[in-house]
């Protein structure tokens, strides 16, 4: 009891992080880009497990087998999730991004079913569509009011969000292999490595390497990318692996609506981000989607029993 209540606390905590960082990105993206905002993220993160690693004196014993393991995890997450999460966060608003990012339980029951060949119930499978209804209303509407980048911007949220979904069913297989430490230092290091070589290269062939230290003049933008880095990137990670070790993969996707309610509620008050009656709609049927589909799982379970 005492694990999983720890495990749901770790949960809350990565919920809650998450939800601002959202808000937290929309301001990086007034002053650098996408790709720049995530190298200088990593960049922090990585500085900061290599801290902890100094002080609690850790040491990492790993060889190439483990590292081939572990990398497929570390491509889903940080590197996809993130990049597609800054892509389309610089398309559309943090609360519409919020939203679509709450479909992440819904991306995780379809995929177990798929490659764990996990069964869905009747109640489930309505559920999902449910929410489904409300992603696709909420694409058209964007379609309808705005430009085509905000559907470009909401497809590239709906990709992170399967990606963090493929990760949420293969991380808990590793978590259990690895200690949280090393994962967590291989997941870092990755996207420390991946995305500093892309910004840095693409300011190399365009001459403008000057540009890619400019947005940390900005106390702002160090600010924000300070807790994009240690808070959200390092901290996210551990907290993810950790309650993931303990919980089912569909019980911790749940607590992307908690997410989603922080990003919203941030969104409206710290950005003055418009919100309009059908996004209350779409995320309305979004989310009883996601409460019906676990309700109806955890059901079948208790009748399995």
Known sequence: MSENRNAYIAAIIYAFVIGLSFMFVKVTLTVASPIDILAHRFTFAFIGIV???????????????????????????????????????????????????????????ALAGLLLKEKATRGQLVSVSLSVL??????????????????????FILLSAIATSLY??????????????????VMTLCGFVIFNGMAL???????????????????HF???????????????????????????????????NFATLITILAGVLFLQED?????????????IGVIGTNYFGRKNVEQVR
């Open 201 to 219: 290269g693409s300011h190399m062939m365009n001459g403008t390497l000057n540009e890619f230290f400019k947005p940390l003049t900005h106390a």
């Open 222 to 256: 160090v600010f924000a990318i300070l807790y994009l880095g240690i808070l959200s990137s390092l901290g996210t990670s551990y907290l993810s692996n950790y309650a993931l070790s303990k919980l089912e993969a569909s019980k911790m996707s749940v607590f992307s």
């Open 168 to 185: 949420n069913i293969f991380a808990r297989g590793l978590t259990k292999k690895y200690s949280l430490l090393a994962l967590t230092y």
């Open 51 to 109: 801290i902890i690693m100094v002080m609690t004196k850790n040491k990492l014993i790993m060889n190439m087998q483990d590292l081939l393991k572990i990398l497929p995890l570390a491509i889903l997450y940080p590197i996809a999730f993130f990049t597609f999460q800054v892509l389309g966060l610089a398309k559309i608003s943090s609360s519409e991004a919020g939203i679509i990012q709450a479909t992440i339980p819904i991306f995780t029951l």
């Open 134 to 155: 409300g992603v696709i209303y909420l694409l058209m509407m964007n379609g309808a009011n705005t430009t085509i980048g905000n559907v470009i911007g909401s497809g």
């Open 275 to 287: 919100f309009h009656l059908y996004h209350l709609i779409g995320g309305i049927m979004i989310i």
